[in-house]
């Protein structure tokens, strides 16, 4: 009985094919961008989610400029379920500019749409202006 070594160990040879399939779907992935691999469900810009949002949060956060340090940048997220805020995460040290950040969202009237839970991103800045203006301003978080 003439044998080859593959059928003496089937595990062995298992797992050549098994590494042979993975170099070579690994290989094809490669040249495809990230995009095509990832799908990101559920985010959402806070103008569409929230149309007024930027100007209503701008009036609401007035008093939070008091607090924050200017010019300063804080990131907010929340979570958005038909017209449910939720989870509203600001990225700041202050501990009342983090409330009042958090009040003011989730004061604003949004609307995700559907069925689906959005993440909503975007940034406050804090800027300070001649003639003591003061000004919140929210927009898209920018692409890092």
């Given at each position: 009985m003439n044998t080859t070594r593959l059928t003496q160990r089937p595990w062995t040879a298992l797992a050549a094919i098994a590494a042979t399939l993975l170099v070579a779907s690994h290989g094809a992935s490669a040249a495809e961008p990230a995009s095509a691999r990832v799908d990101v469900i559920g985010q959402m810009?806070?103008?569409?989610?929230?149309?007024?949002?930027?100007?209503?949060?701008a009036e609401a956060l007035a008093g939070a400029w008091d607090d924050a340090a200017k010019p300063s940048t804080v990131a907010v997220t929340f979570e958005l379920h038909r017209q449910s805020v939720y989870d509203v995460a600001p990225q700041t040290d202050s501990a009342r500019a983090l409330?009042?950040?958090?009040?003011?969202?989730?004061?604003l009237h949004c609307d995700g749409g559907d069925?689906?839970?959005h993440t909503v991103r975007f940034v406050v800045?804090?800027?300070?202006?001649?003639?003591?203006?003061?000004v919140a301003m929210a927009t898209a978080p920018s692409a890092q």
């Open positions: 810009s806070l103008r569409e989610a929230c149309p007024s949002g930027d100007a209503d949060l409330h009042r950040i958090r009040r003011a969202v989730q004061g069925d689906a839970t800045r804090f800027v300070d202006r001649p003639q003591g203006a003061r």
